[in-house]
């Protein structure tokens, strides 16, 4: 899955871009790799949570129970073959935009434009991490793991040249981190013919993602606008927060709808749907354009919702599917625990 929020594009008459070039950094070949995969950042995580939704809620709406086994080695494989994809279109991003990052002031510490690896030797990584990736999702999801994720290949190939052709390439990359739900979904039915149900899961997401992406992308309008990049960051300029607005209001819609198919007990639609209906106009009320720093803490801010969702949805299968109780019969099982507690302190005293 490609890396978020990278808006440079190249100047069509040809003119050299006005900025300084990149200080080089010392050549680090294992470092440069590492990087340009973004293993060293928490980027991937935006990637593994629609696919462990997937996964979560397709058993509530197929109603599957689970062993933990099971679900054990469903979530390495999701963690697994979501991380090598992101790392692999990752390089291929960076490979794409080399010419381009040393005139985004955010990008020029980036191994290709700093210096820290060739350009050769960055294909002859990004060519390896190609069967890698292959065979992490064929051996951890199987069959339907590996359609599931070919879509989300042949449009991590295709995004970083629409951010030099579209204004609103979040969308393209709205398709390719919300597809993640797919992936998730089939890995717990093994069924492809039934991933229509997973369509307002993928709407929820696809929205969520353009949604964050608006909020990063203003951290390099200014830049943008210099070297007539193309963004919805751009394009909205101090109206996003109207867009984002609606963004917020279709995430909550669909993922309520999600939530209505899957079966959901009364615990996620409080702390899952309910905390994130919440979240929404915090973040857009928070937003400063004027800022350029204040959507980059709004981005972070929506790292750490998506693995709250994630932590709500994990709890909601473990009660409904692998251990199978109401929330009355876990109100009354914490209930037993605290009076066993009680009772040992009485007796120690």
């Known amino acids: 899955m490609a890396a978020k929020g990278e808006k440079a594009t190249l100047l069509w008459n040809g003119e050299a871009m006005q900025n300084a070039s990149p200080q080089k950094s010392k050549r680090?070949?294992?470092?440069?790799?590492?990087?340009?995969?973004?293993?060293?950042?928490?980027?991937?995580?935006?990637?593994?949570?629609?696919?462990?939704?997937?996964?979560?809620?397709?058993?509530?709406?197929?109603?599957?129970?689970?062993?933990?086994?099971?679900?054990?080695?469903?979530?390495?494989?999701?963690?697994?073959?979501?991380?090598?994809?992101?790392?692999?279109?990752?390089?291929?991003?960076?490979?794409?935009?080399?010419?381009?990052?040393?005139?985004?002031?955010?990008?020029?510490?980036?191994?290709?434009?700093?210096?820290?690896?060739?350009?050769?030797?960055?294909?002859v990584a990004f060519v390896a991490w190609l069967p890698l990736t292959y065979g992490i999702t064929y051996a951890t999801l199987g069959r339907v793991g590996v359609i599931t994720f070919l879509p989300i290949w042949a449009l991590s190939m295709v995004y970083p040249f629409m951010k030099?052709?579209?204004?609103?390439?979040?969308?393209?990359?709205?398709?390719?981190?919300?597809?993640?739900?797919?992936?998730?979904?089939?890995?717990?039915?093994?069924?492809?013919?039934?991933?229509d149900q997973a369509l307002p899961l993928f709407a929820a997401t696809m929205s969520w993602v353009v949604y964050f992406d608006v909020f990063y992308a203003i951290q390099d309008r200014s830049d943008d606008e210099k070297v007539g990049v193309k963004s919805l960051a751009v394009l909205l300029g101090d109206s996003a927060w109207i867009f984002l607005a609606f963004l917020g209001l279709l995430q909550v819609g669909f993922f309520a709808l999600t939530a209505l198919k899957a079966h959901v007990s009364a615990f996620f639609w409080i702390f899952g749907l309910g905390v994130w209906a919440v979240n929404v106009p915090w973040h857009v009320l928070s937003l400063d354009v004027k800022n350029r720093n204040s959507g980059?803490?709004?981005?972070?801010?929506?790292?750490?919702?998506?693995?709250?969702?994630?932590?709500?949805?994990?709890?909601?299968?473990?009660?409904?599917?692998?251990?199978?109780?109401?929330?009355?019969?876990?109100?009354?099982?914490?209930?037993?625990?605290?009076?066993?507690?009680?009772?040992?302190?009485?007796?120690?005293e």
């Not at 340009?36 to 599957?64: D, F, K, M, N, Q």
């Not at 390439?169 to 069924?191: C, E, K, R, S, Y």
């Not at 919702?305 to 914490?334: C, D, H, K, N, S």
């Open 28 to 123: 680090d070949l294992t470092r440069g790799v590492w990087e340009l995969a973004r293993l060293h950042t928490r980027e991937a995580w935006l990637c593994w949570y629609p696919a462990v939704w997937g996964a979560c809620l397709s058993a509530g709406a197929r109603e599957i129970a689970l062993d933990r086994a099971t679900f054990c080695k469903v979530l390495f494989g999701i963690w697994s073959s979501v991380t090598a994809t992101h790392a692999t279109f990752c390089t291929f991003n960076d490979l794409c935009d080399r010419n381009l990052d040393a005139h985004v002031e955010r990008c020029k510490v980036r191994p290709l434009p700093a210096g820290m690896i060739t350009f050769k030797e960055a294909v």
């Open 296 to 348: 980059g803490k709004i981005f972070k801010a929506n790292i750490m919702l998506g693995l709250y969702m994630t932590g709500v949805a994990l709890i909601e299968l473990l009660v409904t599917r692998i251990y199978p109780r109401t929330l009355p019969q876990v109100g009354e099982f914490v209930m037993r625990v605290m009076s066993a507690k009680e009772g040992l302190y009485y007796v120690e």
């Open 164 to 195: 030099r052709i579209i204004p609103f390439p979040q969308i393209v990359l709205g398709a390719v981190i919300g597809g993640a739900v797919f992936p998730g979904w089939a890995a717990i039915t093994n069924d492809l013919t039934d991933l």
